[in-house]
């Protein structure tokens, strides 16, 4: 079988190309394999969760009968100890959840102890 003269440079540049055009998507283009897409997008739902669900944790904490002396025992607690203690109170939880969550609680802390901003 008889190729043409110009057939191999042809296809070395289109291999060339092919590797260029993958280094670039990979490294400038944002392209991603499927497992970090999965990921990312797991990441993102859970962060999303936490966004919604931290108001509602601070309301619950806030509309407590002792509520008071729970926000004093909080703003007492230091920094370390703030996310188990609204862990324990079970408010950080995810619905149907026995346990606490760490994220909703460290949202459900910073919401329940920032400054009151005046409403205008």
Known sequence: MNMPKDTKPL????????IACAVLGFTWGGWVTGATARKDAGVAAHNATVATLAPFCADRFRAQGDATARMAELAKASTWERNSVLEKSGFASL??????????????????????????
């Open 11 to 18: 296809i070395q540049g289109a291999v060339v190309g092919a």
């Open 95 to 120: 619905p149907g959840s026995k346990t606490g969550d760490s994220d909703i609680a460290r949202a459900c802390v910073e919401l329940l102890l920032a400054p009151a901003t005046p409403k205008t």
